[in-house]
């Protein structure tokens, strides 16, 4: 099953592509779904869809035409799915701490939970290969980047610090019982969290997988908007997904009459300049500016022919390997492509066996391979926008 995610800043129109995308794919006799992971759905508008039809589903996907779903999950039905015992210890938390009782309901639904549920749903497609392409239409770029990051730190929860965690709540609970009334959660919680954990095995090796998984920034010939699009490339990249194209919405006709859309058009040249500098080689996809709203299926495949014409839209575009781990004349050498980065942008360390990265204020902790774990980085070198950390001998213990 192929996944694609549309992914960039708010109001590009990621949504208007993805559904494009999925109609076209359709079109060309594929069983596809289109899935919102933005909280504030609006993938049913763009098909001009009757908004109750969603709001009954039950967040279920939804049959829009011949070959094509869409699905808008509802994050309250995901809650009493998966997320029972962790959402009902969370209410009554809030709730003894004072909060009405309906708004410690609603705000016992923490960030991370949309994601994923989401999540849950991308694994058991794959799993089942219910459906030949998947694409997953993506919320603005941090919580983008919370999605895609969620695999890997719910893995380091697990691994580090549940298991104690979990113990230490057992041996406290009849303790605490005697001196306060603020309940500790019960081991139903954690079994909830870990039943959850076994559900989503294996769906970060298909996030990575670049023959599996492909991304697609969704980017406006606007400076604001290209800069967003250059921090997405590199936070994606950081989390070892394959980028394949980028789509440029909302490109000006060249026979423009009007004044102002000429002098909109003048500004658009320069900054699609900026963009092929950027992004090359990277293919660049180009949607035109429509004076009508792209609503509806008819308005959506005549977008999606515009973008793609005869390329395949399933097709991988561009590939990529996004980080690589190599042993040449015998040093141990990590490789990561990292655009859009500067010498001084970067710090490194290695904690035990793993190495972290950190650029600004995010941060990437990679576990490494037996072979690098005991050893420690000698030196790192930024050329021609790939990362080279070359690592020595024997790690000296702390």
Known sequence: MRILLFAGKGGVGKTSVAAATGVLLAERGLKTLVMSLDPAHSLSDAFDLDRRLMDVNRGHPVEVAERLWIQELDVHEEIQKHWGEVHRYLSLLLNISGLDQVLAEELAVLPGMEEVSALLYVNRYARDKTYDVLILDCAPTAESIRFVSVPKALEWYMEKIFRVERNLFRMARPVV?????????????FASIERLFQRLRGVDAILTDTQTTSVRLVTNLEKMVIRETQRSFMFFSLHQLGIDAIVINRVLSEDSRDPFLKALLKQQH?????????????????APYYERETLGYERLKTLGQAIYGETPPHQILYRHQPISFLAENGCHMVRLHFPFVSREELALSKVGDELIIRMGA??????????????????????HETLTITFGGAHEPA
């Open 177 to 189: 019982h005697r001196f306060s009334d603020v309940p500790l959660p019960e081991d139903a919680y």
């Open 270 to 286: 320069a900054y699609l300049k900026l963009v092929t500098t950027a992004f090359q080689p990277i293919p660049l996809l180009k």
């Open 362 to 383: 995010f941060k990437k902790n990679l576990v490494l391979p037996r072979a690098f774990a005991k050893l420690h980085p000698e030196k790192a070198r930024l050329e």
